[in-house]
């Protein structure tokens, strides 16, 4: 099955990952690129997950999963190893209505992780739907060398140019015709 690519602004979303090891802490930090509205349960914690917590004054709590833990939450990531405690939570996520993400197994998932870039206002995702993560991974480190830190800068601009000149087609115009030039000169480099 295909996944809709959306970007959500997470400002108004609260994110519990359950789970507290090496899968955890990756989707954490992906996470964080985008917000710190983010709590976490699990029994034990890695060294790495419990200084990204404290660096970020992340909630946690260091106990096993409890039904009912998910109620308050709008989005959560199953990160543990027991498939039978996955499936419990996911099903408990449908009475909630809250977005869940199980870690590999998609039957479970609401929404996946896509591979991304991201530099400053510039996120790129690149998914396979889960059919391949490893080619998502390559494509993403590919498109990741062509695109240059100087999109920032750029995009800083744009916006500036965006809010200061008024609506209409010639702002349109010009703003695609820089944007264009700006592309292009990537093959210059």
């Not at 994110?15 to 992906?30: P, S, T, V």
């Not at 996946?112 to 494509?139: E, N, R």
């Not at 601009?157 to 010009?174: F, V």
Request: charged share 30%; proline share 3%.
């Amino acid at each position: 099955m295909a996944y809709f690519p959306a970007f959500l602004k997470l400002e108004n979303y609260r994110i519990l990952i359950i789970g507290g090891g090496n899968i955890a802490y990756e989707k954490l930090e992906h996470l964080l690129d985008f917000t710190e509205d983010i709590s976490l349960i699990a029994a034990d914690f890695s060294d790495e997950m419990l200084d990204l917590i404290q660096k970020h004054k992340l909630s946690f709590l260091q106990r096993k999963y409890a039904q009912g833990d998910i109620k308050e939450y709008s989005m959560i990531i199953i990160a543990i190893d027991d498939i039978a405690m996955q499936k419990r939570i996911y099903e408990e996520s449908r009475e909630y209505k809250c977005l869940c993400n199980a870690v590999d197994l998609p039957e479970y998932c609401d929404f996946i992780f896509p591979s991304y870039i991201k530099k400053g206002d510039l996120t790129v995702a690149v998914s396979t739907s889960g059919s391949s993560p490893a080619m998502a991974k390559h494509l993403r480190i590919y498109l990741q060398r062509m695109i240059p830190d100087s999109i920032m800068e750029f995009l800083e601009e744009m916006r500036s140019l965006r809010k200061t000149l008024p609506k209409g087609k010639e702002r349109m115009q010009m703003l695609d015709a820089k944007a264009k030039k700006y592309i292009e000169s990537w093959s210059r480099r």
